[in-house]
């Protein structure tokens, strides 16, 4: 899985892959792809740091990345007890009511009430670069909007390419403006944040919108097939964000979690507000259905939302909260069926990518597509112009 793109990059496979967890981002990269560590998790610089020691030594010399959440526009002066207080009391009843409901423990003395989603901050994701720009990272990805032109060019200065994510040909365009390396074009399959317009037609039209700058494909990747149809609507590599939360070396809160991923369909998912407050696919939980609820206050917009419910996480994390316990995941999911080691799933995509490349050999005679039909033969044109085999063989060989 060779493109333009993984050669610049000294990778072997064009597979870039998201994780909140080292371990398996640095398999990931050991694993031929380039793995890229999410930061919003990290409140202390000092964790951020420590993990990235850990990447140094476990990723044998491969280049991986790190993914900051960087809002565009900044808020002057606005600190966490500001955003804080201007959360309705009636949303902390709500959450406080939702907890009770499903008899969901309060935290006990002294324990953190951890998982605060605080890396969108501008102060925290600029805290995290001074961390990652003491380490050789080898491209700096922004999921909120492009990133400042400070922050690209230092990252420039740094030897390290920049990518940023687009729901939409407008916000990649923009992404272009700003200077970015490489657009992800993140459809709506996307776990996590994700605007309305599906993979299969978000692909091409982003790498339209920014040509000659690479495009990743993401969101619904989790095959070797899949794979290979997104390198044939233009994409130089793929993006892929769920399918490491069953791995081995994923470290989900809880095994019940990792049940709850395995026995989901694709169609357990939900695109709602409620981890946020911006719309981001998730499970779709007892504790989704209550935001999406009509009859409730409904979610703040962002950030007063992630601020509001990051205690109530940890709780239902801790107690195992099933009916309430969730993720975000896209709707992958449904073929993520058993736990396996990153290795695994990539020699699997792989092995898959190869079967697609085969399939369309079969369809596409060698000499480039230029075999005409008898009359009376079955078949339809269009299958006769996807002739992704017309592009350099080198360039699609595993
Ligand atoms: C658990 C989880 C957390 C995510 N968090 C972030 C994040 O912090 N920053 C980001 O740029 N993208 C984030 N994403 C989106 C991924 O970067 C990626 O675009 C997406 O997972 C691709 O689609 P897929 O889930 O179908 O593979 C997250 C995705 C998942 C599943």
Redesign the pocket.
Known sequence: MRTELSSRMGIEHALFG?T?FPAVAAAISRAGGFGVL?A?RYRAPGDLARDLDWMEEHTDGRPYGL?V?MPARRAEGVTEADVEAMIPPGHRRFVQETLARYGVPALAEGDPSGWRIT?WMEEVARTQLDVAFDYPVKLL???LGPPPADVVDRAHRHGALVAA?AGSARHAARHADAGVDIV?A?GY?????TGEIATMVLTPEVVRAVDPLPVLA?????SGEQIAAGLALGAQGV?????W?TTEEAALPSRALTAKLLAAGSGDTVRSRALTGKPA?QLRTAWTDAWDDPAGPGPLPMPLQGLLVAEALTRIQKYEALPLLG??????VGAMDSVRSVQAVVDDLTRGFERAVERLRAVVPPSGGTSRRQPGEGGHDATHRAAPCDAPQEDTTP
């Not at 993006?239 to 399918?243: A, K, R, T």
């Open positions: 998201f909140p999410g919003v993914d959440v890396g990805a922004n999921a994510l992800v993140q399959e996307a776990g996590g944040h993401a969101g619904g990747i989790g993006w892929l964000g769920s399918l939360l696919r993720t975000p995941v896209g709707q992958i």
